[in-house]
């Protein structure tokens, strides 16, 4: 039950794109379409921003994007805003019916 | 309004026990999944149980397999974990959550220190 690997850092200008990568194996993230994606901001409790693989819940914005290739799951935020400087967190379902998260990215709008 | 409000957390010593609770209010509680969540203030999320809807079907991470036990009880509408040869390793907050995917809301956690 290795977690998942995720940069540790992603930053961009306001406005900008950017990619948070999410890397698993054929047990979890490769071998499975639940991948779900959290926000976390300091003091708060995640919440979810993507879940199996692409899908927006209601209520998040539609710059939240999320994709899968292989064994890589990513989630794109687009037109980078002050208030998504946060902590991301993947997670996915594995192969022995447990549940694994990534080490957490850190999004920064420089 | 869904609601999950843990409790049980404090200090307790190595090799110690601790019941965590959650109590679920705002939806019906007995159609879910729940797992338990932790994490080390300033460092990632890690998942520890989930339990399907009935608790016929447990699920744990090999890092508390044996020491934790995930369990609910749909007519008060709680969750529970019961933690037990506590180590230092164990100090962090925990939170219960509903479903991981689709569903998926959290409590807001509650903390446990483990240290003599």
Redesign the interface.
């Known amino acids: 039950q290795s977690a998942l690997t995720q940069p540790a850092s992603v930053s961009g200008s306001p406005g900008q794109s950017i990619t948070i990568s999410c890397t698993g194996t054929s047990s979890d993230v490769g071998g499975y379409n639940h991948v779900s994606w959290y926000q976390q901001h300091p003091g708060e409790a995640p919440k979810l921003m993507i879940y199996d693989v692409t899908n927006r819940p209601s209520g998040v914005s539609n710059r939240f994007s999320g994709s899968k290739s292989g064994n890589t799951a990513s989630l794109t935020i687009s037109g980078l805003q002050a208030e998504d400087e946060a902590d991301y967190y993947c997670t996915s379902y594995t192969s022995s019916d447990t549940w694994v998260f990534g080490g957490g990215t850190k999004v920064t709008a420089l | 309004e869904v609601q999950l409000v843990e409790s049980g957390g404090g200090l307790v010593q190595p090799g110690g026990s601790l019941r965590l609770s959650c109590a679920a209010s705002g939806f019906t509680f007995k159609s879910y999944w729940m ?1 338990w ?1 932790r994490q080390v203030p300033g460092q ?4 520890l149980s ?1 339990i399907n809807s009935d608790g016929s079907i447990t ?5 508390v397999k044996g020491r934790f036990t995930i369990s609910r009880d749909n007519a008060k509408n709680t969750l529970y974990l019961q933690m037990n040869s506590l180590g230092a390793e164990d100090t962090a907050l925990y ?1 219960c959550a509903r479903e ?3 569903n ?1 809301y ?4 509650t903390l446990v220190t483990v240290s003599s």
């Open positions: 797992h969540v990632g999320l890690v998942w989930r699920n744990y991470a090999d890092s939170y991981m995917g689709t998926n959290w409590g807001q956690g």
